[in-house]
Nanobody, 123 residues
Framework: QLQLVESGGGWVQPGGSLRLSCAVSGATLDYYAIGWFRQAPGKEYEEVSCISSSGDSTTYGDSVKGRFTGSRDSANNTAYLQMNSLKPEDTAIYYC????????????????WGQGTQVTVSS
């Protein structure tokens, strides 16, 4: 049974950086597309990044392009989301997801979700 565990969230001032980690257990990361979603209070889920199983394709939401970078490390079976130039509107719970399809399809439901990690950006 695949399990995802996020870490690395916390509080940061505007303009700061955080790196989120998504540790995968029970399966090999290489076979899954990894997506990062976030949900701010009172708002819908928003996909901020997705990286295909091959690593050849990475997509980003318009609100984070140029600031966030998704990556994956097969040796450690872990995916990452590097977040730079953080803004107060980035405050949300961030979730990593895994899809055995291996491709990043925006409308496709993601079968596996982590428990989430809180990111708070404020001065």
């Amino acid at each position: 049974q695949l399990q995802l565990v996020e870490s690395g969230g916390g509080w940061v001032q505007p303009g700061g950086s955080l790196r989120l980690s998504c540790a995968v257990s029970g399966a090999t990361l290489d076979y899954y597309a990894i997506g990062w979603f976030r949900q701010a209070p009172g708002k819908e889920y928003e996909e901020v990044s997705c990286i295909s199983s091959s690593g050849d394709s990475t997509t980003y939401g318009d609100s984070v392009k140029g600031r966030f970078t998704g990556s994956r490390d097969s040796a450690n079976n872990t995916a990452y989301l590097q977040m730079n130039s953080l803004k107060p509107e980035d405050t949300a719970i961030y979730y990593c997801t895994a899809d055995p399809l291996g491709l990043c399809k925006p409308s496709r439901p993601r079968p596996y979700w982590g428990q989430g990690t809180q990111v708070t950006v404020s001065s």
